[in-house]
């Protein structure tokens, strides 16, 4: 039964008597007095304005509630029952208001560690990195025309450079053998094909140019700017000209310097810089048969990276330093920070730079022009354009090239990491330095360091420096 509020009525209290009460009169109370309690909030909180509601709809901490039952009194038959405590007044009750809570913590650190997922791009900064990347993907697939790679290896000496190569493959035969019967060679034929293509394209096949020489009487030009390019040059694949004028003063001709993009126009110039470089180099890579990959970085500079069948895996090449399988020699030799470095390919293309930056607090410059699902989506789109066309089998291989790769990665990363635990970890390199700039070295360290001195005189026939000098006809004895 309830009134026409809709508050429950409560039974009524029985009237006191000789005959006791029963044993769940007092329980039964109690739930009717908490539920009346309860339609009275909840009539009070309808009859509020939406904010309000929100704001006083949390009960607040410090308010606890016993839900224990009252002990029922036990009657007895030589002490008159006592009348129950009259109910308290049917208002509802006053509940504290909650002031308004801090917004949230923000997460944003945490998120780091959160697994990158694809994303297309959207902004303006984005898209057009996608366009720059998707244009550079192109470059490769001009090498892969079989008349024009003949016309390539029409410009090697191939006896030479196979001569060489199988020189230094014997080489790398014999000392694998003297080391055991289960040891490899460091490097098989085909990359001694590439190291010495290598070295006849740096000293005798391609000029380096900065400014070129007048063509009328050989003095040194000034940079005078850029020029539009000409029909001719145009068609030949120069998208820019740099103009140049002779510093003779009964001279002062102007020359033209192209920058040419296309590999096969280069076979005749035979002159340029890094671009011009890497390019023709890396289409002679691909005419002598081995995979190859084309370095785009966006600190200005380019080399090649070439698949060795023999270490299964992609080595560092750069024509212009005659660097092979030297990947930290930017950042390291040069010490210059890297931000991003895209390996292009005829099978696609990947995110070659943690090869390149094993530091990222030390040599990684910001990545700032796109975020990184953006990235891993437009790689993977140049990836689909590319092996859209390809068999299963040959697909398959090239996903577990690249799983191969990832892991390579992974496995820098912790060298990495654990390279600088070591270094600041009791004993390592930075604990070293910080005793020999306070005047006093490790005891380990100077004990190997007498050890080091004692083994080397006892080599050369010395008397031992750590010991008390003896006379010299003892010595001589």
Same mark, same amino acid.
């Given at each position: 039964?309830?009134?026409?509020?809709?508050?429950?009525?409560? =039974? @009524?209290? &029985?009237?006191?008597?000789?005959?006791?009460?029963?044993?769940?009169? #007092?329980?039964?109370?109690?739930?009717?007095?908490?539920?009346?309690?309860?339609?009275?909030?909840?009539? /009070?909180?309808?009859?509020?304005?939406?904010?309000?509601?929100?704001?006083?709809?949390?009960?607040?901490?410090?308010?606890?509630?016993?839900?224990?039952?009252?002990?029922?009194?036990?009657?007895?038959?030589?002490?008159?029952?006592?009348?129950?405590?009259?109910? &308290?007044?049917?208002?509802? &009750?006053?509940? +504290?208001?909650?002031?308004?809570?801090?917004?949230?913590?923000?997460?944003?650190?945490?998120?780091? %560690? $959160?697994?990158?997922?694809?994303? +297309?791009?959207?902004? %303006?900064?984005?898209?057009?990195?996608?366009?720059?990347?998707?244009?550079?993907?192109?470059?490769?697939?001009?090498?892969?025309? @079989?008349?024009?790679?003949?016309?390539?290896?029409?410009?090697?000496?191939?006896?030479? $450079?196979?001569?060489?190569?199988?020189?230094?493959?014997?080489?790398?035969? /014999?000392?694998?053998?003297?080391?055991?019967?289960?040891? =490899?060679?460091?490097?098989?034929?085909?990359?001694?094909?590439?190291?010495?293509?290598?070295?006849?394209?740096?000293?005798?096949?391609?000029?380096?140019?900065?400014?070129?020489?007048?063509?009328?009487?050989?003095?040194?030009?000034?940079?005078?700017?850029?020029?539009?390019?000409?029909?001719?040059?145009?068609?030949?694949?120069?998208?820019?000209?740099?103009?140049?004028?002779? #510093?003779?003063?009964?001279?002062?001709?102007?020359?033209?310097?192209?920058?040419?993009?296309?590999?096969?126009?280069?076979?005749?110039?035979?002159?340029?810089?890094?671009?011009?470089? /890497?390019?023709?180099?890396?289409?002679?890579?691909?005419?002598?048969?081995?995979?190859?990959?084309?370095?785009?970085?966006?600190?200005?500079?380019?080399?090649?990276?070439?698949?060795?069948?023999?270490?299964?895996?992609?080595?560092?090449?750069?024509?212009?330093?005659?660097?092979?399988? /030297?990947?930290?020699?930017?950042?390291?030799?040069? %010490?210059?920070?890297?931000?991003?470095?895209?390996?292009?390919?005829?099978?696609?293309?990947?995110?070659?730079?943690?090869?390149?930056?094993?530091?990222?607090?030390?040599?990684?410059?910001?990545?700032?022009?796109?975020?990184?699902?953006?990235?891993?989506?437009?790689?993977?789109?140049?990836?689909?354009?590319?092996?859209?066309?390809?068999?299963?089998?040959?697909?398959?291989?090239? %996903?577990?090239?690249?799983?191969?790769?990832?892991?390579?990665?992974?496995?820098? $990363?912790?060298?990495?990491?654990?390279?600088?635990?070591? *270094?600041?970890? &009791?004993?390592?390199?930075?604990?070293?330095?910080?005793?020999?700039?306070?005047?006093?070295?490790?005891?380990?360290?100077?004990?190997?360091?007498?050890?080091?001195?004692?083994?080397?005189?006892?080599? *050369?026939?010395?008397?031992? +420096?750590?010991?008390?000098?003896? @006379?010299?006809?003892?010595?001589?004895?």
């Amino acid at each position: 039964m309830a009134d026409k509020n809709g508050v429950p009525r409560r =039974k @009524p209290v &029985p009237q006191p008597s000789s005959q006791p009460l029963p044993e769940s009169w #007092a329980a039964d109370l109690t739930v009717q007095f908490r539920r009346t309690l309860s339609t009275k909030r909840m009539n /009070a909180l309808s009859s509020r304005p939406g904010s309000q509601r929100r704001s006083s709809s949390r009960v607040p901490t410090e308010i606890v509630v016993d839900q224990r039952p009252p002990p029922v009194p036990q009657p007895s038959h030589n002490v008159a029952v006592q009348s129950p405590p009259p109910l &308290p007044s049917r208002e509802a &009750p006053q509940i +504290p208001t909650i002031p308004s809570l801090p917004p949230p913590p923000s997460y944003e650190s945490t998120l780091r %560690n $959160i697994p990158t997922v694809p994303t +297309p791009p959207t902004d %303006n900064k984005s898209l057009r990195l996608r366009s720059m990347l998707l244009s550079l993907a192109n470059t490769p697939c001009r090498w892969e025309n @079989p008349g024009l790679l003949d016309e390539a290896l029409g410009a090697i000496p191939l006896q030479r $450079i196979y001569d060489e190569a199988q020189e230094e493959s014997d080489v790398f035969a /014999a000392e694998a053998a003297s080391l055991g019967p289960n040891t =490899k060679p460091a490097w098989g034929y085909q990359d001694c094909v590439i190291r010495s293509l290598m070295k006849w394209f740096r000293r005798e096949f391609f000029e380096w140019v900065n400014n070129p020489r007048c063509s009328t009487c050989r003095s040194p030009t000034i940079a005078r700017g850029m020029a539009a390019p000409l029909p001719d040059e145009s068609a030949r694949g120069a998208n820019r000209v740099e103009l140049y004028q002779c #510093a003779h003063a009964q001279c002062q001709s102007f020359e033209r310097f192209p920058r040419y993009n296309d590999a096969f126009v280069l076979l005749q110039t035979r002159r340029g810089r890094v671009g011009e470089w /890497a390019n023709c180099f890396s289409m002679l890579c691909r005419a002598v048969g081995s995979r190859v990959r084309w370095v785009w970085n966006a600190e200005d500079h380019v080399w090649t990276e070439v698949y060795s069948v023999h270490r299964k895996r992609w080595v560092h090449v750069d024509c212009c330093e005659e660097a092979w399988d /030297a990947p930290l020699l930017y950042t390291q030799g040069w %010490n210059r920070r890297l931000s991003y470095c895209i390996a292009f390919s005829a099978d696609g293309c990947c995110d070659v730079t943690r090869r390149y930056v094993r530091n990222p607090t030390d040599h990684a410059a910001p990545r700032n022009r796109c975020s990184e699902g953006v990235l891993m989506h437009i790689i993977r789109e140049i990836n689909t354009l590319r092996r859209n066309d390809m068999d299963k089998k040959q697909r398959f291989q090239l %996903n577990a090239e690249d799983m191969k790769e990832d892991a390579e990665f992974r496995k820098f $990363i912790i060298e990495a990491l654990a390279y600088n635990i070591g *270094r600041i970890s &009791p004993g390592g390199d930075d604990a070293k330095a910080a005793s020999r700039r306070n005047g006093r070295s490790h005891p380990d360290a100077q004990k190997a360091a007498e050890a080091r001195q004692a083994s080397r005189a006892r080599a *050369r026939g010395e008397n031992d +420096p750590t010991q008390p000098a003896q @006379p010299r006809n003892q010595r001589q004895q």
